[in-house]
């Protein structure tokens, strides 16, 4: 009886550690961007980030009145602006910077841990740096294409979101030709739209199809 007693209480705490186990927040899908309402009845959505040299496309973001379906969730924050998600799909692109000043909660999180300026969550879940830039050591701009839609520029490929082209938009790659690629393949370049490097899929680049 005794013996059956442990078997029993071995087996019940067994399921409870796999339970526990399969509720655990490592199993969990990361959360990249973070809900927020704006502190005006709307806000300014800015195509890249506002430098000078580059033109400034912007259009507007509305509040949604519905603290269950913010207009926006925020990405990262970069100096006193953030890239967010706008959920309203207001413009031409999804990923936009906005004025942090324009946003009742102008933070990324990690969970409930704010991040700092340029840091945000990974594909694996971690924080990680977010570059204002692709990586382009050594690389030199051979060959000027174009793009024929909008495309978002990102820091590596399927990695952070850093800007919008359009297009007729220049694009400046480092090859002689671009070569043939699939739709989802990314190509590096220069984006003097957006004022820096970054990489393209080139379903937006005829010239690499």
């Known amino acids: 009886m005794y013996r059956s007693i442990r078997i029993l209480a071995g087996l019940t705490i067994g399921a409870v550690t796999a339970a526990l186990a399969v509720a655990s927040p490592a199993s969990a899908k ?19 980030y506002p430098k000078g040299g580059v ?3 912007t259009w507007a973001i509305h509040r949604t009145h519905n603290p269950k379906r913010p207009p926006v969730g925020v990405r990262y924050t970069r100096g006193s ?22 946003l009742k909660d102008p933070y990324a999180y990690s969970g409930t841990t704010r991040l700092g300026n340029l840091r945000a969550v990974g594909g694996s ?6 570059p204002t830039s692709a990586a382009h050591q050594g690389k030199r701009r051979v060959k000027t294409i174009h793009l024929t839609s909008v495309g978002t520029l990102r820091s590596a490929p399927q990695s952070f979101a850093i800007g919008n082209l359009r297009g007729g ?11 043939h690629h699939s739709a989802k393949a990314w190509i590096l370049g220069y984006a003097p739209a957006a004022g820096r490097w970054g990489y393209v899929e080139a379903l937006h680049l005829p010239a690499c199809r």
């Open 30 to 48: 990361p959360v990249y961007t973070h809900g927020t309402d704006l502190r005006a009845e709307s806000c300014t959505a800015h195509a890249n």
């Open 55 to 57: 033109p400034d496309r």
């Open 81 to 102: 602006y953030a890239m967010v998600l706008d959920h309203t799909n207001a413009g031409e692109t999804h990923w936009v910077f906005v004025a942090r000043s324009c």
């Open 125 to 130: 879940g971690a924080v990680k740096a977010v």
């Open 169 to 179: 938009d220049r694009f400046e790659i480092t090859t002689a030709t671009c070569g």
